[in-house]
T-cell receptor
């Protein structure tokens, strides 16, 4: 069975600084990987997804993620954080014909002014 | 266009009662998913529908949970004899069709509190 680990429960970053959120997955086949963001009172919004091909994936809001098969990782990055990026971020792996998602526990990002 | 909507947004009930949670997917989306998100955790898969049929219900925790989608659009998640441990946010998502390349679009969720 697939699983996703997000080692960092909380991260605090200063506005304008870079951000990297870690994600490690376990899956027996080629993984289909996703990053979602959840702001307070909002639904989950897809930031980006990886299926195949180029291992560096660009997403919305200036985010990118890099797939590293050798490390079973799919880390999310943003070069310069804005206060509006304060939210909870979830990494997920999709499996099966129906693409049911298995999520990590999430990383809550706090942005200091 | 309209996104996924869920009603009610909040539901408070007493232990042992029956509840129904509703999901309106994006128009034309054939795949519909239910997830449950407990406090401080990531969402967990419950069930997904392709059209009217439940294609995978492996995530339903026990037989108190049941979901239907009789006309292939709106879905209802039903919980019988609620327990305090059922308290969570129930999320619905839809996608144009099931498949690994399809994005799932999530609704805002229904926050269920069982007293």
């Amino acid at each position: 069975a697939q699983s996703v680990t997000q080692p960092d429960i909380h991260i605090t970053v200063s506005e304008g600084a870079s951000l990297e959120l870690r994600c490690n997955y376990s899956y027996g086949a080629t993984p289909y990987l996703f990053w979602y963001v959840q702001s307070p009172g909002q639904g989950l919004q897809l930031l980006l997804k990886y299926f195949s091909g180029d291992t560096l994936v660009q997403g919305i809001k200036g985010f990118e993620a890099e797939f590293k098969r050798s490390q079973s990782s799919f880390n999310l990055r943003k070069p310069s954080v804005h206060w509006s990026d304060a939210a909870e971020y979830f990494c997920a792996v999709g499996a099966g014909a129906g693409n049911k998602l298995t999520f990590g526990g999430g990383t809550r990002v706090l942005v200091k002014p | 266009g309209a996104g996924v909507s869920q009603t009610p947004s909040n539901k408070v009930t007493e232990k042992g009662k029956y509840v129904e949670l509703r999901c309106d997917p994006i128009s034309g989306h054939t795949a519909l998913y239910w997830y449950r998100q407990s406090l401080g955790q990531g969402p967990e898969f419950l069930i997904y529908f392709q059209g009217t049929g439940a294609a995978d219900d492996s995530g339903l925790p026990n037989d108190r949970f049941f979901a239907v989608r009789p006309e292939g659009s709106v879905s209802t998640l039903k919980i019988q004899r609620t327990e305090r441990g059922d308290s969570a946010v129930y999320l619905c998502a839809s996608s144009p069709q099931p498949g690994t390349r399809e994005t799932q679009y999530f609704g805002p969720g229904t926050r269920l509190l069982v007293l």
